[in-house]
C-alpha cells in the first residue's frame, strides 16, 4: 500500500487510462486528474503542465514527465527543491534502435532509389556500396543514443559516438568515443551519417547548423530524432542544395505539426515522419513510474531513483 496523492496532468493525452493504470499499481494511492484549484498532491505525472500547477502545488515532492525529454518542462519557473524526473527508457531505446536502423539502411542500401525505380516498372540493381565508407555518428550517448550506437554495430558500421562527459574503454564495445566540444570537430570528421539524440538544452540548440554540418564526410545525411530546436532548418536546406549532404530522415521539428508550406515538406532529399520514432508506451511508464513512487513513499532517497533530471545542466 502507498498512501499518497498524486495528480495527472498530461496535456494532449487522456489521462483516464493513466489514472486506472497508476491506481491499480499503486493501491492506497489516491489518483486524480489535475485542474486549477485542486486539493494538495505529493507527486505530480506530468506532460506540458502549465506554471499555474507548480504554482499552485507548493507541496509536490516530485513531477513524472511521461516523456524523455524534458526541454519543455524546465521552461517552467521550478522551486529549487522540486525533483523532476523523465522515463529512463520504458520501451523506447529499442524503438529508437529500430528507427534509427531502418534510415541509416534505407539510405545507405538505397532502398528509397529502388522504390522509386519500381513505382515506375524499371527494374535497376544499384552498385553495393561500401558499409566502411558510411560511418555513422551518434550524437548523445545516454540511454537512447547507446541502444542504438550498439545496433548500428551489429549490422558492422563503423560507429563513432559524442557525449558530455567521456565513456571509459570498453563500455561501448565497437563504438569509438568523442567527448565535450573540444573533441566534436573530429567527432564529425569521421562520421558520413550523423544521428542526433541529444537533449535540448541551451548548450545543444543549434547544433545541427552549417558549421557542424560541414565538417561530415562529402554526401552525409542526417537523421534528427531528438528536437527540432538542434537544427537549423536553412542550414541544412542550404547543404542539400550544395550537394554536401546527401539527405535527411527528420522525426522531429521547430513546431510540431510541421507547418503547412514549410520547405521540408515534399522535399526529395527528405524523409519525414510525425515525432513517432520512440512512442511512450503507457504500460512500461506507469510501471516504471509506479515503482518509482513507491520507492520515494517508502523513504528512499533520490539518488537511488534512475531518470532524476540534472536541472543545471538541463537534462
Ligand atoms: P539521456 O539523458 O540518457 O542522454 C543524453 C546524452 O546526451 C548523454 O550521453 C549526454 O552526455 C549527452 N549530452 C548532453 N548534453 C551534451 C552536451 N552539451 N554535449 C555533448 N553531449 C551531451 O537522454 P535519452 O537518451 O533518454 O534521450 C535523448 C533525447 O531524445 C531526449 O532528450 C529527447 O529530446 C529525445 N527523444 C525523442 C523521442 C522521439 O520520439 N523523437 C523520444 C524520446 C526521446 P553524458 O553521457 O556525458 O551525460
Ligand atoms: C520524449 C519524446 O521526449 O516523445 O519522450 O520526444
Redesign the pocket.
Known sequence: MTDCRITLCLTGTAPEPWQAGLSAALPGAHVSVWAPGAPPADYAVVWAPPQQLVDEQPGLKALFNI?????ALLKLQLPPGLAVVRLDDAG?SVQ?AEYVCQAVIRHFRELDVSEADMAQGQWRFRKPRSRADFAVGV???????SRVAQALHTFEFPVNG????AKAAGVLPGVRTF??AAQLNDFLAASRVLVN?????P??ENILNREHLSRLQPGGYVIN???GAHLVDADLLALLGSGHLAGATL??FRTEPLPAGHPFWHHPQLTLTP?????TLRDESIAQIAGKISALAAGQPLSAIAGVVDTG?G?
Open positions: 516523456g524523455a525529454g524534458v526541454d523506447m529508437m550524437l548523445g550517448l545516454g540511454v537512447l543514443g559524442w557525449s558530455r562527459s567527448a565535450g539524440l541529444l537533449p535540448l538544452t548548450e545543444t530524432v531528438a528536437r522525426d522531429v515525432h513517432t520514432s520512440a512512442r545542466l537534462y
